[in-house]
């Protein structure tokens, strides 16, 4: 069964940043934000296993399972490598899933985060693209793909193997472009002469290309005064032919109707705006920043249970603003609620599952220094 392209929308409500209230899933904001997304027609949602410490299925189960009849949307979940240790892990992931999301089968479902290594060599060990097959068969899943954080050589390599892929998920965003880590434009490039739909994660950057400093918000509030900046990395990635869903991991109501704003509404970019674009990555790559999404990966198996997220936002606001005092309290409240950057013990557990691949272990002995040392 190919996936009909006609019925796909072309926003993805992405359930990894889902709003919380002291540390647990708001349910009655995410009820009313799956509420206004399905109202303007929109019918895709982005779980995994891992989100939210595995509470993001059992939030779809509850806000879109529970209240919408089943044919009217469509759920997408992943099967983590990390937790495969024996062939049987995979039954037993899968079937925690669908009683998790309370549904009999998912419309997509993706090996989670192919990459080189450890992730890829897994799913190679435990034959779960054969495994795959099997369920679609079951009809236990509708498409099946992967999404991917490795390098083009290794996609090439994985594509020509393994032809019944029907989609893949890729990080596809402006700044990304000339990564030379993600390689973003390089994959999409792979994947559009192969004619393969990709669904886009992290099209804003972890909330990167939302907000920036006022001089190169200036740029694009000057073309178009009236939409936000995150618009414009949305219809960024929304203008690129080949692109069938764009995930956007919503925390608020405010980010729904922005994002509904911008895709009810949708214009692609036109020539002169591709140039503001240009023109914005390179002044956003001359100050050096962490390049972490916030998918918080790092966070669940850390032994001094640092918020890693939070540490390298804080960095990253005073690379660019040194004298912004609110940077430093909003650290200290990050730091009351779990563990300091001092605090590191360099187990590397966070790096060997970060999906940008950063180095966690210096970045965090270089906040230590500028975040816990006295004050003289």
Not at 304 to 331: A, C, E, G, H
Request: glycine fraction near 6%; charge should be negative.
């Amino acid at each position: 069964m190919s996936i009909d392209l006609s019925i796909m929308p072309k926003l993805g409500f992405g359930l990894m940043r889902l709003p919380e209230n002291d540390g647990v899933i708001d349910h009655e904001h995410v009820c009313r934000m799956v509420d206004a997304y399905m109202e303007a027609g929109m019918n895709y949602f982005d779980t995994a296993y891992v989100y939210h410490g595995g509470k993001s299925e059992v939030a779809a189960r509850e806000a879109l399972v529970k209240r919408y009849p089943r044919e009217s949307f469509m759920i997408a979940t992943k099967l983590p490598a990390w937790e495969l240790k024996k062939p049987e892990d995979i039954e037993r992931v899968f079937e925690e899933q669908l009683q998790r999301a309370g549904v009999d089968y998912f419309d997509f479902y993706l090996l989670h985060s192919l990459e080189d290594g450890s992730n890829y060599d897994t799913y190679v060990k435990y034959d779960c693209f054969s495994w795959g097959l099997q369920k679609k068969a079951e009809g236990k899943i509708k498409h099946f793909g992967f999404s991917f954080h490795g390098s083009p050589e290794l996609l090439k390599e994985v594509l020509n193997l393994h032809p019944e892929v029907e989609f893949v998920q890729i990080q596809l965003n402006y700044l990304d472009r000339t990564n030379p880590v993600v390689r973003s434009q390089e994959l999409y490039e792979i994947l559009h002469e192969r004619n393969i739909p990709i669904i886009v994660m992290e099209p804003v950057r972890g909330g990167m290309l939302a907000s920036m400093a006022p001089e190169i918000e200036a740029k694009l509030k000057k073309r178009q005064p009236d939409k936000s900046v995150a618009s414009w990395a949305l219809r960024f990635v929304g203008s690129l032919p080949g692109v069938m869903t764009i995930l956007s991991g919503m925390s608020s109501e405010d980010q729904m109707r922005d994002n509904l704003d911008t895709f009810l509404n949708f214009e692609p970019l036109a020539s002169d705006e591709f140039e503001i674009i240009n023109d914005v990555t390179k002044d956003i790559l001359s100050v050096p920043q962490i390049g972490c999404t916030a998918c918080k990966y790092c966070c669940d198996g850390c032994p001094m249970q640092i918020s890693i997220p939070d540490v390298f936002r804080t960095i990253n606001t005073l690379r660019r603003y040194p004298d912004d005092w609110r940077s430093k309290n909003f650290y200290s409240g990050v730091a009351s609620r779990g563990g300091k950057a001092s605090d590191c013990i360099g187990c590397g557990q966070c790096e060997s599952v970060c999906p940008q691949h950063l180095p966690i272990i210096e970045l965090m002995k270089e906040a230590a220094d500028i975040l816990d040392k006295p004050q003289e």
